[in-house]
């Protein structure tokens, strides 16, 4: 069973970036699709970014041009590199591990991390 633990969560100002990881263990993640997802006080989880397992990457169209999701098989690691950050980006981010290619839907993720929390102030 893949675990992951995500990292690198914290409290910015409107403008600035953060770089979040996603650690795994228990198993590679080299043949798997990785998922970020967050979840904002009060609404639903929705999809942030998936890379594939050959690197084709996917976004959320409030996050395009401002977020990349990137993957480092060697360090079996996947990150989300966060730039122009918004208040609206404010919330809990889980990244996350799939058999299906570029998927962005959450029942398609059998492993998840606990989640990490980011914070924009205005």
């Known amino acids: 069973q893949v675990q992951l633990v995500e990292s690198g969560g914290g409290l910015v100002q409107a403008g600035d970036s953060l770089r979040l990881s996603c650690a795994a263990s228990?198993?590679?993640?080299?043949?798997?699709?990785m998922g970020w997802f967050r979840q904002a006080p009060g609404k639903e989880r929705e999809f942030v970014a998936s890379?594939?397992?050959?690197?084709?990457?996917r976004y959320a169209d409030s996050v395009k041009d401002r977020f990349t999701i990137s993957r480092n098989n060697a360090k079996n690691t996947a990150y989300l590199q966060m730039n122009s950050l918004k208040p609206e980006d404010t919330a809990v981010y889980y990244c996350a591990r799939s058999n299906v290619p570029l998927t962005i839907l959450q029942r398609e993720y059998d492993n998840w991390g606990q989640g990490t929390q980011v914070t924009v102030s205005s």
């Open positions: 228990g198993g590679y993640i080299s043949a798997s699709t």
């Open positions: 890379v594939s397992r050959s690197g084709f990457e």
